[in-house]
């Protein structure tokens, strides 16, 4: 799945560019994203008219928010990308659904695989339509916690550390890629229990978590060949290049010089350096 920094790029860009705008006209090319709906039609027709008044993030969800008191909800899943392209602009084969503005051109979203998903909600059933959002965890982006709130939370649990990290119940939008990185640079190991942590080593952990994803999104996210991820621009992000250990398996670590170590961890490689404790 794409994480938090990948999500909120899409979110801020399309934030500062089609707030304001208005729909003139939605089409759905077949139902591979659309599974909460019986007909094509059932979805595009609650598009059309509708003006974009904000564009906000709950957890990995983006949510476009309608004058009428509706929204438009996507989850991008794991292939899922949104495009501002021209009307004119040669449509990707991998095309799913197009939003076409008044002025300024079209959004599209782009999803070869079918792992994402549009739907439109109103506001005062988006908690019905998607009940795990009312028990998210930290959002340490969209709302600032200091480590004292955030090591209440943590001492209070008995889990292994990314397990911990990759918990939406704990903080939001952390997944194999961004705990790996955040452990790296707190310099704690991926096993490590939560409860054993000191007051030097909470404060280290957090403030690992609120820079590594602040310094992803100034990166404007992570594309890998496992997981391509494209910003409504066109272009890919930028944070590959300054991963620390995650996917550098047998390369040397910039801490200590010796190779990057990996091991299999709740079914997937977890990487880390022999300095983490």
Known sequence: MFELPEVETVRRDLERDIVGKKIKSAEAVSMKVL??????????????????????????????AFSNESK???????????????????????????????????????????????????????FDELPELTDLGLDPVSEPVTWTVFGRSLLQRRVRLKTLLADPSFVVGIGDIYADEILFHAGLRHNRMSDSLTSQEIRRLHRALVGTLHDAIKHRGTSIPEREFIDPAGNPGEYGSHLMVWGRHGELSARSRLPIQRVKFRGTWTYFCQTQV
């Open 35 to 64: 599974r909460r709906y019986r007909t094509r039609n059932a979805f595009v027709s609650r598009l059309a008219g509708n003006k974009v008044t904000a564009v906000q993030r709950l957890g990995l969800h983006i949510t476009i």
């Open 72 to 126: 438009l909800v996507i989850d991008l899943g794991s292939s899922g990308s949104l495009r501002r392209t021209a009307n004119k602009e040669t449509v990707d084969p991998s095309t799913e659904v197009v939003i076409t503005f008044t002025q300024h051109g079209q959004l599209r979203l782009l999803d070869a695989e079918g792992t994402s998903e549009m739907f439109v909600v109103d506001d005062d059933s988006m």
